[in-house]
């Protein structure tokens, strides 16, 4: 009997040193990859745009811009900024934008060596894979913190630039889920539901200055390369909504995801084709707990400035969608609905999403929040027809994976799994 606990504690400990040398170590290898800042860099400037072809214009044969009496042909926009915030339906656009590079034959402004652009630093052009100054870029989409000069060297003026938000109460309640593990001062709130906890005296437990803080406080903002720890009432809080506006030709809605793929189609001239998605990275039902109206108000007040931002930029997407027109927003709407319906029954095992421990292929096991599986994911149907099997599969693959068929080398993203999956993190 004491021998069988003596055991138990000698592999606990073994557990347990092993674990904090791995830590230690994967710590160590983050600051070494990080950044070195490259403060004189030279400067050449990129094409006014990347596009590596004559324009083609896009047939719009059966479109409804059609039946609105357009002309019909626009050109295809292949130079793009997706600012991709946290938790925010981002990695289903993320596919999309794979998708339609892969199609084009477009060239991605990757990361080195892990899937973000050494997010929470600001980002450097010089992060990008295998930047050589005047390089032509298409495509950024990788999580990073936004920092207009750099991102507007690195890309060619024509570039449209788009991104995506949250409601902000939402927002916080998956951040809060999905990061707070990782700022060491949620490790104190005691009660069984740290949320509500934390939300009734925030500033008990914040601190501004603590590691990973910012997972907790307007990180919209945060994303966007500001400061998220002003007041919300601070007159800077409206100059930068307003840089972000001036910036941003589209920002997107995650609670009208395909009216927002609608719009995206007409800002950059795609085709109902590209729309196509399934919900990736999409958390388990069972733990998505529904905010009550209270906890939701004490949420919105704690990230003040998402919130303004949100409603800043809810305005525009509808006064947008009236350009565009709400019946016909509403019928391409229904088409995109009714076509993603039809893709999930040729491609998807059950034509639903599965709990993690039920995905049968690695490749399409999705990346989880630290120390819980709570992240849906696909299995492949067999027997898909030639035909579909190709798209099928990319529109199932996970980012990570989608990353690394696509050249990425994500070292240090892999190795952090590897440790996390050997302490049974
Ligand atoms: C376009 O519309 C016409 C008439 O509505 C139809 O016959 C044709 O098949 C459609 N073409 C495509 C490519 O959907
Ligand atoms: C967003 O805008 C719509 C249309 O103007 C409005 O009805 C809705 O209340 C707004 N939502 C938020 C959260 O501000």
């Known amino acids: 009997m004491i021998g069988k606990q003596g055991r ?95 199609k084009h034959r477009l060239k991605f402004a990757f990361p080195n060596s892990r899937n973000d652009f050494f997010y929470p630093s600001l980002f450097q052009r010089s992060q990008v894979k295998d930047y050589r100054p005047g390089m032509c870029f298409n495509i950024i989409c990788n999580h990073m913190r936004f ?44 009660a069984e539901d740290k949320l509500a906890e934390f939300l009734q005296d925030p500033w008990h437990y914040f601190d501004p200055e603590g590691y990973n803080s910012f997972y907790l406080k307007n990180l919209l903002f945060f994303d966007f390369g500001f400061d998220n720890t002003m007041e919300s009432d601070d007159p800077r809080v409206d100059e930068s909504i307003r840089s972000i506006a001036e910036r941003f030709r589209l920002v997107m809605l995650v609670e009208y995801f395909e009216e927002s793929l609608i719009l995206l189609k007409d800002t950059l001239c795609w085709e109902m084709d590209d729309l196509l998605f399934f919900k990736l990275n999409a958390r388990k039902g069972s733990t998505v707990s529904r905010l009550k109206p209270e906890l939701r108000a004490q949420a919105l007040e704690w990230n003040g400035i998402d919130w303004k931002l949100y409603q800043h930029f809810n305005a525009t997407f509808w006064r947008k969608v009236d350009v565009y027109g709400r ?46 599986k709570s992240i849906m994911g696909y299995n492949l149907k067999k027997n898909i027809d030639k035909k579909h099997r190709k798209l099928c599969r990319k529109m199932l693959t996970p980012e990570l994976q989608y990353l690394t068929n696509l050249g990425v080398n994500l070292w240090i993203t892999r190795l952090w799994g590897y440790v996390r999956d050997v302490i049974n993190w």
Not at 20 to 31: D, N, R, V
Not at 57 to 85: A, E, H, R, Y
């Open 8 to 102: 138990q504690w000698r592999s606990i400990c073994k557990g347990l040193v092993l674990g904090t040398l791995l830590t230690s170590c994967m710590i160590l290898l983050y600051c070494l990859s990080a950044p070195q800042v490259q403060l004189n860099l030279q400067e050449v400037p990129v094409p006014y745009s990347c596009a590596h072809r004559p324009a083609r214009t896009l047939q719009v044969s059966n479109s409804s811009q059609i039946s609105l009496g357009l002309t019909g042909t626009c050109t295809p926009k292949v130079d793009v900024m997706f600012m991709k915030t946290h938790k925010t339906a981002s990695s289903t656009l993320l596919n999309i934008l794979f998708r339609f590079g892969e």
């Open 147 to 190: 920092n207009e000069p750099e991102v507007v060297k690195l890309l060619p003026s024509d570039t449209t630039y788009v991104s995506i938000l949250r409601d902000p109460a939402e927002l916080f309640e998956s951040s809060f889920h999905y990061f707070g593990r990782l700022a060491p001062f949620t490790w104190k709130i005691s």
């Open 327 to 372: 019946q016909r927003m509403a019928k391409d709407v229904e088409e995109l609905r009714r076509r993603n319906k039809e893709m999930a029954a040729i491609c998807i095992e059950g034509g639903q999403a599965v709990e993690a421990g039920s995905i049968q292929e690695t490749a399409m096991q999705p990346w989880q929040p630290i120390g819980e």
